[in-house]
T-cell receptor, first 114, second 112 residues
Framework: DAGVIQSPRHEVTEMGQEVTLRCKPI?????LFWYRQTMMRGLELLIY????????DSGMPEDRFSAKMPNASFSTLKIQPSEPRDSAVYFC????????????FGSGTRLTVV | DAKTTQPTSMDCAEGRAANLPCNHS???????VYWYRQIHSQGPQYIIH???NNETNEMASLIITEDRKSSTLILPHATLRDTAVYYC?????????????FGKGTKLSVKP
């Protein structure tokens, strides 16, 4: 299995632009999570889905952030408009209800908003 | 979720056992202890988890005290590649409930 696949690996964008981060979870996993990591705040859970349904988005910082999971093999995290304070590494993770081996994280997307 | 307390940093000599402590004195009966690590610039990696009994896998051993108020992650023969931040998390079943909340962890430095 290729693991959790995130794209792009790096993204540099100008303030005000729309940014879309993508995630392909491990096949067969039922849950998908989006995290953000900064030096100041560490790893923060933004939102998670069970069976493609958003369960808890209380960690999403503002209405500028939105996430979708149109099917079991794809999710997006969108920031519109982006701001410099959104600069961070964004991680996607997936897990299975049936087998508790914890979460499998992707390699992350490093976002820089200038 | 129960709060966990870990030392900020630890050093270990290469080839020796690394013993990483974690306090979780308010852990409830249905909460597991999970350990993850994050090597620089990579996503966190699941290591091991346990409820009451000690656990061992190919990566590490987890020793949980009888009263479950603390635990120790043991890397039996640390290598330079084990240098990472190690996170201890106490949570109920973390497979699907979105309650895997990461603290600051312990930065382990394995030295030659």
């Amino acid at each position: 299995d290729a693991g959790v696949i995130q794209s792009p690996r790096h993204e540099v964008t100008e303030m005000g632009q729309e940014v879309t981060l993508r995630c392909k979870p491990i096949s067969g996993h039922n849950s998908l999570f989006w995290y953000r990591q900064t030096m100041m705040r560490g790893l923060e859970l933004l939102i998670y889905f069970n069976n493609n349904v958003p369960i808890d988005d209380s960690g999403m910082p503002e209405d500028r952030f939105s996430a979708k999971m149109p099917n079991a093999s794809f999710s997006t995290l969108k920031i519109q408009p982006s701001e410099p304070r959104d600069s961070a590494v964004y991680f996607c993770a997936s897990s299975s209800f049936r087998v508790n081996y914890g979460y499998t994280f992707g390699s992350g997307t490093r976002l820089t908003v200038v | 979720d129960a709060k966990t307390t870990q030392p900020t940093s630890m050093d270990c000599a290469e080839g020796r056992a690394a013993n990483l402590p974690c306090n979780h004195s308010t852990i409830s009966g249905n909460e597991y202890v999970y350990w993850y690590r994050q090597i620089h610039s990579q996503g966190p990696q699941y290591i091991i988890h346990g409820l009451k009994n000690n656990e061992t896998n190919e990566m590490a051993s987890l020793i949980i005290t009888e009263d479950r108020k603390s635990s120790t992650l043991i890397l039996p023969h640390a290598t330079l590649r084990d240098t990472a931040v190690y996170y201890c998390i106490a949570t109920n079943y973390g497979g699907s409930q979105g309650n895997l909340i990461f603290g600051k962890g312990t930065k382990l430095s394995v030295k030659p």
